[in-house]
């Protein structure tokens, strides 16, 4: 199956910092979705981006599907920005009958 | 808030005993997927319905089991519970099969 690398595994920043976060995947996609996991194990909806860039707030990710990678950028972090992120795939191969894979995340921990 | 209801919240169960977990979708998803969330397994795929039909399986048990009913809520069925079943099992929703996918709070399960 589909193989989704995320990295790096853990971050620790000071609030304020900037980051980016990475993720490869193996095979083409149909979906590509970010998602952050907070303290209460909350999977919250960042992006759906199988291509393309995308913006919300502080936060924008970018898909480059022809080279199989997505980044996600988190501006001027806040403490409440700490959690896994998450990034899931839906293969292109799965025929639309599938699930989402996930890497196994980027542990971001967010100083005051 | 998702809009994907996911109850209970928790659930403590013993060895060997079986449990429901009961889903509903957003209004207007017809697709229901099921997810396990474990420390050593991550986050697994384990199996999705389609406006009431199964349509993939993912690395689910035999031990498991699910449907999804006419009103398009789902329930998961897990029995001869071990211990390793104790795991965060999530639900989500979405309109079609590779739409945007959201996830209910979850249900946390210790199987003592």
């Known amino acids: 199956g589909i193989q989704v690398e995320q990295s790096p595994p853990d971050l620790i920043l000071q609030e304020g910092a900037n980051s980016t976060l990475r993720c490869n995947f193996s095979?083409?996609?149909?979906?590509l979705q970010w998602f952050h996991q907070n303290p209460w194990g909350q999977l919250i909806n960042l992006f759906y981006?199988?291509?393309g860039t995308k913006q919300n707030g502080r936060l924008s990710a970018t898909t480059v599907a022809t080279e199989r990678y997505s980044l996600l950028y988190i501006s001027s972090s806040q403490t409440t920005d700490s959690g896994v992120y998450f990034c899931a795939v839906f293969p292109h191969s799965g025929g639309g009958a599938d699930g989402l894979t996930f890497g196994k995340g980027t542990h971001l921990i967010i100083q005051p | 808030d998702s809009g994907v209801t996911q109850t209970p919240k928790h659930l403590i169960t013993a060895t060997g005993q079986r449990v429901t977990l009961r889903c509903s979708p957003r209004s207007g998803d017809l697709s229901v997927y099921w997810y396990q969330q474990s420390l050593d397994q991550g986050l697994q795929f384990l199996i999705q319905y389609y406006n009431g039909e199964e349509r993939a399986k993912g690395n689910i048990l035999e031990r498991f089991s699910a449907q999804q009913f006419p009103d398009l809520h789902s329930e998961l069925n897990l029995s001869s519970l071990e211990l390793g079943d104790s795991a965060l099992y999530f639900c989500?929703?979405?309109?079609?099969?590779?739409?945007?996918?959201?996830f209910g709070p979850g249900t946390r399960l210790l199987v003592l």
């Open positions: 095979d083409s996609v149909n979906n």
């Open positions: 981006i199988p291509s």
């Open positions: 989500a929703s979405s309109v079609g099969q590779q739409e945007t996918q959201y």
